[in-house]
């Protein structure tokens, strides 16, 4: 993808995300009305003041007549909200129950800032660095979400479709529901072609689908990010800290990076460590198994990984996919 293609499906997230947030405000004010009917009324007169108020101060030729009027109608607009914000506390709810609430504050989840010339907001440029920093050799999301899974590929034999059929369903809610899931982190593991990348780009097509943010990222690439924090040249690109900041990241293919002295364990620990101490989400997919882990990345990163309290986890079974 071209740097103009990235900005392009990148405006249409946040379009996404506009919807979302405007979906997420209109559940919150039925939510209001419907624990607090009057609410509904308040609005009703909030709104009506606000238009008879501009009305009449259009009609009004004097300026003093016209400040009083202003000065009025703000007053009554501030008893309005009183009373809401009162209704709000009285049934249990929090005062800005009825705001808007962004994923960015500074752009309103426009992408924009400033008049014209607008420019990109910093959440926008920092979200397609990331994008443009994913690695081109991953599967493109139209091609691989939880629509296009077919059951009838897989061999019936040793459970193998069965299995596969329960971890795309776990899949699939753990996206559903995310951030608020059964599981904050999912493992997927088992030896190659067996469909763990192509659930962890089902979780992703469908989680920013949602409109939350997600990094996707191979564990070479991930490596790679690593490599520059550590030699210093995390400004210019701001790839390792995003990792740790993201809500979700997924890691394609743990155990294929390089192992790098002073780098590999050291990073991926505080990776792991910061991200489970922030309570963020994490998914990753790996033919490692945990002997394997425990050799490759040491007791600390494994015990990270394979504590049963933090992740859910899958292990793949049966035949390569990709050989049939
Ligand atoms: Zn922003």
């Given at each position: ?29 039925a939510q209001a009305i419907s624990a607090a009917p ?287």
């Open positions: 993808m071209t740097r103009s293609e990235h900005i392009r499906a990148l405006l249409e997230e946040y379009a996404r995300q506009r919807a979302a947030d405007e979906q997420d405000l209109n559940d919150r004010v009057e609410i509904g009324e308040l609005r009703e007169k909030s709104a009506n003041l606000a238009l008879n108020a501009m009305r009449s101060i259009l009609n009004r030729q004097n300026q003093q007549e016209r400040i009083a009027l202003a000065a009025d109608m703000k007053r009554q607009g501030r008893e309005i909200n009183a009373k809401i914000r009162a209704l709000l506390r009285e049934n249990g709810l929090p005062e800005d129950a009825l705001e808007p609430r962004y994923r960015c504050g500074v752009c309103r989840d426009t992408g924009y800032v400033g008049d014209a010339p607008a420019r990109f907001c910093e959440c926008f440029e920092a979200r397609l660095r990331l994008r443009m920093y994913e690695d081109g050799s991953m599967a493109r999301t139209d091609e691989q979400n939880f629509e296009q899974f077919d059951a009838g590929r897989i061999p019936e034999e040793n459970g193998q479709r069965d299995q596969m059929i329960s971890t795309r369903a776990m899949c699939e809610a753990y996206a559903d529901h995310f951030p608020d899931g059964k599981y904050r982190n999912l493992l997927l593991t088992g030896a190659g072609g067996l469909g763990k990348t192509f659930l962890l780009n089902c979780i992703f097509e469908r989680v920013t689908r949602r409109g939350f943010s997600a990094v996707r990222i191979t564990a070479f690439r991930m490596f790679e990010a690593m490599r520059q924090q550590h030699v210093g040249n995390d400004e210019k690109f701001d790839g390792f800290s995003t990792l740790i900041e993201v809500p979700l990241l997924l890691i394609d293919d743990l155990g294929t990076e390089p192992m790098m002295r002073n780098i590999t364990i050291e990073y991926l620990f505080t990776l792991l460590n910061e991200r489970i101490a922030a309570r963020r989400h994490t998914v990753i997919a790996t033919n490692l198994t945990p002997a394997q882990m425990k050799e490759r990345y040491g007791e600390r990163v494994a015990s990270r990984l394979l504590d049963r309290s933090l992740w859910g986890a899958v292990q793949l079974k049966g035949k390569d996919l990709r050989s049939l």
